[in-house]
C-alpha cells in the first residue's frame, strides 16, 4: 500500500525522469516497484530510517536499483505502507513527518 503522499513522490519521479528521457520515467517506476516487492518479501532487510521513542524500528529504507532514489517504509503484520519515495541525496529526511 502506498501513502496517498508517495503515490504523489512516485509520480513526481515519473515526470522528471520521463522529461530527461522518453520511457525512463517508466523504468524509474518499474524500479520502485521491484523495490517494494522485495519489501513486500524481506520487510525487515531494509535499513533502521525511523525509530520511536524506545528506540524500536518503525521505519525501514531500502534503495532503488538502478536510481539514486529511496523507498521508506512501514511494515505490520497485515501490510507493507510505504510512507514516502524520495531522492537520497536531496531530501534525507523528507516524509517524516507523514503518519500511516
Known amino acids: ?5 508517495a ?3 512516485v509520480v ?11 520511457g525512463l520515467g517508466d523504468r ?4 520502485v516497484g521491484a523495490t517494494i516487492a522485495s519489501a513486500c518479501r524481506w520487510p525487515n532487510a531494509g535499513a533502521p ?8 524500528v518503525v521505519e525501514r529504507k531500502v534503495a532503488t536499483a538502478g536510481f539514486p532514489y529511496v523507498v521508506r517504509y ?20 523528507f516524509g517524516n ?3 500511516p
Do not use: K, N
Not at 519521479?13 to 522529461?19: A, K, L, M, P, S
Not at 524509474?28 to 524500479?31: D, I, K, L, N
Not at 512501514?74 to 529526511?93: C, E, K, N, S
Open 1 to 5: 500500500m502506498l501513502h496517498s503522499l
Open 7 to 9: 503515490e504523489g513522490d
Open 12 to 22: 513526481s519521479g515519473w515526470e522528471w525522469y520521463e522529461q530527461q528521457q522518453p
Open 28 to 31: 524509474f517506476v518499474g524500479a
Open 49 to 56: 530510517a525511523i525509530h520511536d521513542d524506545h528506540g524500536v
Open 74 to 93: 512501514r511494515a505490520t503484520a497485515q501490510q507493507l505502507i510505504v510512507m514516502a519515495v524520495y531522492h537520497q541525496h536531496r531530501h534525507p529526511d
Open 97 to 99: 513527518d507523514r503518519l
